[in-house]
């Protein structure tokens, strides 16, 4: 949509990762506006007042994990909807299974490249932005 920038809510502690995150989606020329929180509980506080129209989840974090967070957005009346990618170092069959099970909408393995997390804003944005249809 022309015009109206989407909001990105990044929830992951990795300060490297959500660099990499950050630059890809600019350099893929992306209008989403990325706001980053690094645990759970500041990731709860920010949804609780702002709405964001994607939530993109690690699960290893510090205190509360992604796993947890997600079952609390899906609980939430505010965030049932929302789109939650979670993007992750962890490419255990466990994990995905279980980040489904729990009301993921998708789940990727963190890049290992710069040139990884480029693909992976550009096809972000093709797809949660240009195609999909938001709740």
Known sequence: ???????????????????FVMRAFSDAGSAIEITHVTDADMA?????????????????????????????LRGDARTAVTPVIMLSSSSNTVDINRAYENGANA???????????????????????DVAVSP
Do not use: C, H, Q
């Open 44 to 72: 709860s506080d920010r949804l609780a007042t702002e709405v964001f129209d994607y939530i993109l989840l690690d699960i290893n974090m510090p205190g509360t994990n992604g796993m947890e967070l997600l079952k609390r």
């Open 1 to 19: 949509m022309v015009g109206l920038a989407r909001k990105l809510i990044v929830v992951d502690d990795d300060p490297v990762d959500v660099r």
């Open 107 to 129: 789940y990727a393995v963190k890049p290992s490249t710069v040139s990884g997390y480029r693909d992976f804003a550009v096809g972000f944005t093709r797809f949660w932005v």
